[in-house]
């Protein structure tokens, strides 16, 4: 299906987890519902879940345990440090952590795994239009952790595709939406070739009661820390998947399909890259920048109308830069959410500054036209307010002294990502520290929200026998294909975690290179 909203409502209970999250409280719809919808970066989420050892060390085996499972955290704040100090305490029935969390969990993975179950078990699953299978993969004695490894390689795939969908400039003229202007090369990439491996064992399952799936264990299993620093991080892949420092920088670059969600894990929803669905480095180079193009689709400008931003030849660019088109200068806040009594848990913002209408104004004056990369064509539709705007404070004037202005780029990262890049600790709650700007009193007080600009050391540990993680981390940034060749290499490493290596065959790559028409029949 290519509705991830109609997946979800096709399987049992579908209907009835989506209409109770649309009717919570969150100013967007979609993300109501992305908290529990199959989407690519759900899918991937569940593959690498699934890999997770579980404390007898098997992995990869078409199981997860549900400890966490179905919790829903409410989209608002419940601490503040003078009105509500312990007020996380109650809240969503008490599920908050006093501090943290520490440890991730499968929350919300349940309806994934419903939607792949249902591929798994009844081969007339999905649209009318499908060459349907004649007999389930069930019934034909294939391994339900194999279907799940196999998604999330089909998964990566169609992020690649939608990545180059946006980089067509051998068909149409530049810039695409994938290029900051007509100078710009071109963007499109080519995805190495996967290589599949069935044989996977599936678990027993062991959940009784309202969690008696076929998918479920009661087996404990070894979660990353979700506030951990870099040093954590690559130990845990190290002791978990036998992960080199590069081979867990480079598969933490998945971090560029989706976003969290505070329904599942507390954490704000802004994504890490601006397109949450395409596939590629953008995840590395917004963390290395210091410069910045915020991305924004331009179609419903009214200079767009008439214009089709998927045939590229763009009059203004999805890259949005500074008044005259510059790209930004940008810096890191770490935001407190207030979702558990010690303030927590923690993000790192992207912030830069606001577009200066009059600024606009006399460069119009003065030039007659702005660059296609200017803020000047977002601004101006921010006054009034409309759907064109990108945030309701995106856009000021002299007389708001805009130079001290800075606003929220929408980019967001977890500390385990910039742990990769930058040097810091972590304190007993979970808060970043040992930075300057980390050292915020107001902030540490839990009086303001964000810190103050964070100018952390590069991370100097060491990545391989040359490069330190900082090092990978801008090598990376800088070369898109030399990033998904690492990635495929240790993604399929990661697909055979806790796995008898001897039990695996490799399979035919005539997916990888399949073609589908409209219909969804390939050919």
Known sequence: MDNHRDALRAVDGGEEIYNLYMSQEHPTNLLRVEAVSPTLA????????????????????????????????????????????????????????????????????????????????????????????????????????????????????????????QCRSAQFPAPCLGQVDASSPDCSQDLPEFTFKSGRSDCTPSCQGENDFPFCTSEPEVHPNQHGNG?????????????????????????????????????????????????????????????????????????????????????????????????????????????????????????????????????????????INSCCYYAEHCFPMTDSCPSGNFACTDEDDCESKSVFQRINMLSPDMGLYYKFDVDEEGRPTGCPGLDDAAWLQNKNRHSAEVQCEMNDAPATETQTMSDVVQMYAEDNQLWLQDFADVFEKMLENGVDLDDLKEESSAWFTASCNGKHQCK
Not at 49 to 70: K, P, Q, S, T, V
Not at 140 to 149: E, I, P, V
Not at 288 to 295: D, E, I, K, M, S
């Open 42 to 165: 759900k899918i991937v989420r569940l593959t690498f879940h699934d890999c997770l050892r579980e404390e007898n060390g098997a992995g990869c085996n078409g199981c997860i345990n549900f400890e966490g499972m179905g919790s829903l955290f409410s989209h608002k704040r419940c601490y503040h440090w003078k009105r509500n100090p312990e007020g996380c305490t109650e809240a969503d029935g008490g599920i908050h952590p006093a501090s943290g969390p520490f440890v991730t969990d499968n929350n919300n993975l349940l309806w994934v795994a419903k939607v792949l179950e249902a591929v798994y078990r009844d081969p007339s699953f999905g649209p009318d239009n499908l060459i349907h299978l004649e007999t389930s993969l069930f019934d034909s004695g294939k391994s339900r952790a194999d279907l799940w490894a196999y998604a999330g390689l089909v998964a990566i795939q169609r992020g690649s595709e939608k990545s180059n969908a």
């Open 231 to 371: 040093d954590e991080t690559v130990s845990y892949f190290k002791e978990n998947f036998d992960l080199t420092p590069k081979e867990s920088i480079a598969l933490l670059g998945v971090h560029t399909l989706g976003h969290p969600n505070e329904f599942n894990s507390m954490f704000r929803h802004y994504p890490w890259t601006r397109n949450k669905e395409n596939f590629n480095n953008v995840y590395y180079t917004n963390i290395v920048n210091t410069t910045l193009y915020r991305y924004m689709n331009p179609k419903r400008l009214p200079e767009m109308k008439g214009h089709n931003v998927n045939k590229c030849g763009l009059p203004i660019s999805a890259f949005n830069g500074d008044e005259y088109g510059n790209p930004r200068e940008v810096a890191f806040k770490v935001r407190s959410e207030g979702r558990t009594n010690a303030n927590g848990p923690w993000n790192w913002n992207v912030f830069g500054g606001k577009c200066n209408l009059d600024l606009c104004q006399e460069i119009l004056e003065a030039e007659g036209e702005y660059s």
